[in-house]
């Protein structure tokens, strides 16, 4: 916690997103997770976002799913450990979780939330899963190899506020935000992977839009350049206040730290200023109604 340098009083939380570059290496992927996690840490952040795929980047989905793991496996273990040595809480925003014996050929995208103590707080499984063809740029057809998930998470209590968890393509989804929104979240997560043409065009705008319409922190952890021949990723981390300001933002190239500080004042005030949740016209559209879990 530290006190607003403007003589407030008010405490604030600083949190931080890593931007890297996985690639098919598991080890190596971990060394540069952990380095991050350890230069957040040090400069006083108490909740760390990584990225989707920060596990790995497979060069194919069969590829992705002989490499996925258990949430009580090898790899996840090892970010545990560093949480509860650092005391900070992960947001690891995209393992690949093996799927079920009744589906092997398909594995989970989950956003795994650890707390400061290494223990699992939450795991949110991608609802929207990605389909897009551009040209000979993109053709990605996510379904192929990824269970949908079936359940909307509850905000989560963080020392930063009450966390909401999505995955990358779920940005495009402001129902999701909005449920979330409505079940009390604080601060909304978009671990991703955008790809270089549709970061280009859409990530920046559509992140500030999700803050702005729910008046909610966006933290939005991504990945970062080539992982192989067939994939590269745009970059541009990103945390965004309530007002839909950009208040840190990683270079497109580079793997980096960016932190900020989370205001429960500044929340308040923006809320309070234009209260547009009280002025939604519920008797004109129907009201986002959740259909996923009640408790986190």
């Known amino acids: 916690m530290a006190v607003d340098s403007a003589g407030n009083g008010r405490l604030l939380t600083r949190i931080a997103a890593c931007q890297m570059r996985s690639d098919g290496d598991k080890e190596r992927n971990f060394v540069i997770g952990k ?3 350890q230069e957040a840490s040090s400069k006083g952040a108490r909740i760390v976002f990584l990225p989707e795929a920060f596990d790995y980047v497979g060069t194919s989905g069969e590829e992705s799913v002989s490499m996925s793991e258990p949430l009580d496996g090898a790899g996840l273990a090892r970010y ?3 949480a509860k040595d650092l ?3 992960l947001s690891l925003g995209g393992f690949h979780e093996q799927g079920p014996a009744e589906d092997p050929d398909r594995l989970c995208n989950a956003h795994v939330l650890l707390d400061d103590k290494g223990a699992i707080a939450e795991v949110y499984r991608k609802t929207h899963l990605f389909q897009c063809k551009i040209g000979d740029q993109v053709a990605l057809h996510e379904s192929n190899w990824c269970r949908p998930g079936k359940e909307i998470c509850k905000p989560v209590p963080t020392p930063a506020g009450n966390v909401g968890l999505m995955i990358c393509y779920d940005l495009r989804f402001p129902e999701i935000s909005n449920i979330l929104r409505k079940d009390g979240a604080q601060i909304l ?4 992977a955008f790809t270089v043409p549709t ?3 859409h990530w920046e705008v559509l992140l500030r839009s999700r803050a702005i319409e ?3 922190y966006v933290v939005a952890a991504a990945q970062v350049g080539c992982h192989n021949p067939k994939r590269t990723s745009y970059g541009h981390s990103m945390i965004i206040d309530p007002w839909g300001r ?3 933002q990683c270079a497109e190239e580079e793997e980096c730290v960016i ?3 989370v205001d429960p004042g500044e929340l308040e005030r923006v809320r309070s200023a234009m209260p547009v949740w009280e002025h939604r016209r519920l008797d004109l559209y129907t009201d986002v109604k959740r259909t996923g879990k009640d408790t986190p």
């Not at 997560?189 to 991703?192: A, D, N, V």
């Open 35 to 37: 380095r991050l996690v």
């Open 80 to 82: 545990q450990a560093v």
């Open 87 to 89: 005391g900070v809480w």
């Open 189 to 192: 997560t978009y671990p991703s």
């Open 199 to 201: 970061g280009q065009a």
């Open 214 to 216: 729910t008046q909610c």
């Open 246 to 248: 950009v208040i840190a």
């Open 259 to 261: 932190v900020a500080d």
